[in-house]
């Protein structure tokens, strides 16, 4: 019963700053989609790109609630790493100079740290457990 709990807590530890990001990404969308034009419509497109990739990505979060069920794997896999490839993409693209070292490293506020990357960092986790799985079936049969 307490393997339940602490599964539950892992992934709303996650789910909690997501959300958070989630309506920052759903803000600043509209926000974009509302003043684009032709002529910064090229400079737009991969922004809208990462944000529809990170809302992917709370949804595999999200879907992480009910349980990791076997048939369930593969989608949850490209929920989760379509996440993971949108915060990749956004912070290479969007990121000033040194938005790699502040992601990775902090800049001193641990809370804006955790709130930048836990989701991530349980994302990650849970593709590695999934791929373990799998990798535990195929090699069973």
Known sequence: ????????????????PATYWLFLTLLFGWLTLSEINLSNLLDEIPIL??????ICGYLGLLS????????YYK?????LGSGL???IL????VGTKGAWERVLFGD?????WLIGILPNVISLTFIVWILTKM???KNEK
Do not use: D, T
């Not at 307490?2 to 909690?16: S, T």
């Not at 989608?75 to 929920?79: A, G, I, P, Q, S």
């Not at 001193?108 to 804006?112: L, M, R, S, V, W």
């Open 85 to 87: 490839l949108g915060n």
């Open 64 to 71: 992480m609630l009910r349980g990791l069920q076997k048939r």
């Open 108 to 112: 001193g506020n641990i809370g804006e």
């Open 135 to 137: 990798y535990k079936e």
């Open 1 to 16: 019963m307490m393997n339940k709990k602490f599964y539950i807590l892992f992934v709303l530890l996650g789910l909690i």
């Open 75 to 79: 989608l949850n896999l490209m929920l």
């Open 49 to 54: 790109f990462c944000f529809s990739l990170g």
């Open 90 to 93: 956004f912070i290479s693209y």
